[in-house]
């Protein structure tokens, strides 16, 4: 199995920016998608964007096209998420995930393993 562990999250204002990092550990050979997802005060939990780790094939949910790049260190094992131009609608805990399991790559439920979550505030 594998672990994951976020940080990064923090508060800052609209317009500003934040990187948040996902770390993972154990059966990291097994990832091959690796997703960031939120939820936002009194929502689901939604996907916001996803890599393809073998080919960086990458995919975003339309709220944060152009604002939000999502990359990898491959030597780390860490999956970031680049967030820019930030909005007070992008306050959510976001979350990482791992052990897709096929479907809608932005499905939560398609999803084995997640972090503990990482606040993100937007004032």
């Known amino acids: 199995q594998v672990q994951l562990v976020e940080s990064g999250g923090g508060s800052v204002q609209a317009g500003g920016s934040l990187r948040l990092s996902c770390g993972a550990s154990?059966?990291?050979?097994?990832?091959?998608?690796m997703g960031w997802f939120r939820q936002r005060p009194g929502r689901e939990r939604e996907g916001v964007a996803v890599m393809y780790i073998p080919n960086d094939n990458i995919f975003y949910a339309d709220s944060v096209k152009g604002r939000f790049t999502i990359s990898q260190d491959r030597a780390k094992n860490t999956v970031y998420l680049q967030m820019n131009s930030l909005k007070p609608e992008d306050t959510a805990v976001y979350y990482c995930?791992?052990?897709?399991?096929?479907?809608?790559?932005?499905?939560?439920?398609?999803?084995?393993?997640w972090g503990q979550g990482t606040q993100v505030t937007v004032s």
């Open positions: 995930a791992a052990d897709f399991r096929g479907g809608d790559i932005f499905s939560p439920e398609k999803y084995g393993r």
């Open positions: 154990g059966n990291t050979a097994s990832v091959k998608h």
